[in-house]
């Protein structure tokens, strides 16, 4: 799964980053930028297509589908497996049509050994920053607000990250992600085949501190190698 992740880089580093890599002009307000300890339920910054641009904007991590009774159901949902998404009915709809990445430069996950877990913090070679593949989706209060709300999708680990955990988030390459993100391809097969392991040779990981653990925490020192 992927239960945390960070983005590690300034505001500036980032818009430089959106306005490269999407054409994207700035960033809106409101955006916290470094962030060491991203977790389920806080705001993480996505990356859509409207049709006619990229637009980036911070969207709250916890899938609530459109047709749930209570906004409080997203806790749950803060991934999505790859293999199942064409069956379950809160993403069925979202695979067609509202696809979004989240952005990340590194995301954490614990290995198991004897009765202890070692927070690991991995990341990919040579990218600042990475995309993982998301659906989002609007949920209408009674009181007709809209609440914006995401998960993260996740596959079968590769080589690389079956010594850490049998799950990771599916991250995309650029031409993955510009078919990903393309409102006009709805094909599920398409959709589908592109959801897979990174390339292992691509990625890395080192060990981190406890410090991650709690979610509260959002000391740069999480990031630091042990």
Not at 11 to 27: G, Q, S
Not at 69 to 76: H, M, V, Y
């Amino acid at each position: 799964m992927c239960g945390r992740f960070s983005i590690s880089l300034s505001k500036e580093e980032v818009a430089r980053y959106l306005k490269d890599e999407y054409a994207i002009d700035e960033l809106k307000e409101g955006i916290i930028l470094p962030r060491f300890n991203i977790a389920p339920t806080q705001m993480v910054l996505t990356v859509i297509n409207d049709g006619q641009k990229y637009r980036a904007g911070l969207i709250k991590w916890g899938f609530v589908p459109s047709f749930a009774k209570d906004e409080n159901a997203g806790f749950g949902m803060i991934n999505a497996k790859a293999e199942t998404l064409r069956e379950k009915p809160a993403f069925r709809t979202a695979l067609k049509t509202k696809r979004c990445v989240i952005l990340a430069d590194g995301f954490y996950e614990w290995q198991k050994s004897n009765q202890s877990k070692q927070p690991m913090r991995i990341q990919v070679k040579n990218q600042k920053i990475f995309p993982m593949a998301g659906l989002w989706s609007t949920f209408v209060r009674p009181d007709g607000t809209k609440l914006y709300t995401c998960t993260i999708i996740t596959c079968e680990a590769n080589d690389l990250m079956k010594n850490i955990h049998d799950r990771m988030p599916v991250i995309l390459d650029k031409a993955s992600e510009k078919i990903w993100l393309n409102p006009q391809e709805d094909n599920p097969n398409t959709l589908s085949s592109l959801l897979i392991p990174f390339d292992s040779n691509q990625m890395t990981y080192y060990k981190i501190s406890s410090l991650v653990n709690n979610a509260s925490n959002e000391s740069k020192d999480i990031i630091n190698e042990i």
